[in-house]
């Protein structure tokens, strides 16, 4: 079946340090790639999506890029800041225009170091 | 403006029991998600209401799982009879707009012992 890999499964940088992670898509129909933040003790948190006619979008610190041709999107966290520490999840649509779902990576647990 | 809120957060059941898990979903969001972590792995698709008719429950592991959505409202999600395997965290998520810009819930701890 469809699924996403993401990597790497944790990651420690130190705080002010910039912060990658990477995913791979498997259904060359996907067209919607969200990034969602998972705080302690809370529910998963939408931070960027990016659609697949844009190649990268930023906001703030935060950018993410997408290849289209090697079916991979990558998430850059710039200046990390304590407050970064999460366990972040890569998504993609699966279904192609009559996709109804996103499917989830594996998750990163990034640890910002003082 | 009220989250998605889930009920309850953790529970501990002995295996061949029944649980029932709680979502209500932001008011006026007429998709509904349900996913499920297991420990280090994927947040795994469940299935997806649209209102109160099922969309999608391609995700349902076995017909242990039951769904259902009220009146389009609140959904719950049976496990009848819980097996060991079904331990995992259950997230609800809920959008107005299908499967983008979901919203989720803290999750359901689930531990079948």
């Known amino acids: 079946g469809e699924n996403v890999e993401q990597h790497p499964s944790t990651l420690s940088v130190q705080e002010g340090d910039s912060a990658v992670i990477k995913c791979t898509y498997s259904d060359s129909a996907s067209n919607y790639f969200p990034w969602y933040k998972q705080e302690l003790g809370k529910g998963p948190q939408l931070i960027i999506d990016?659609?697949?006619?844009?190649g990268e979008k930023k906001d703030q610190r935060i950018a993410v890029t997408l290849n289209k041709t090697a079916k991979h999107f990558s998430l850059h966290i710039t200046e990390t800041q304590p407050e970064d520490s999460a366990v972040y999840f890569c998504?993609?649509?699966?279904?192609?225009?009559?996709?109804?779902?996103?499917?989830f990576g594996s998750g990163t647990r990034l640890s910002i170091r003082p | 403006e009220a989250g998605v809120t889930q009920f309850p957060s953790h529970s501990v059941i002995e295996k061949g029991q029944t649980v029932t898990l709680r979502c209500d979903p932001i008011s006026g969001h007429d998709n509904l998600y349900w996913y499920r972590r297991v420990m280090g792995k994927e947040i795994k698709f469940l299935l997806h209401?649209?209102?109160?008719?099922?969309?999608?429950e391609s995700g349902m592991p076995n017909n242990r799982f039951l769904a259902e959505r009220t009146g389009g409202t609140y959904s719950t999600l049976k496990v009848q009879p819980a097996e060991l395997e079904d331990s995992g965290v259950y997230f609800c998520?809920?959008?107005?707009?299908?499967?983008?810009?979901?919203?989720f819930g803290s999750g359901t701890q689930l531990s079948v012992l």
């Open positions: 998504a993609a649509s699966i279904g192609g225009s009559s996709a109804s779902k996103i499917i």
């Open positions: 209401f649209v209102k109160e008719s099922k969309q999608d």
């Open positions: 998520a809920s959008s107005q707009g299908g499967y983008e810009k979901l919203f």
């Open positions: 990016i659609r697949s006619n844009v």
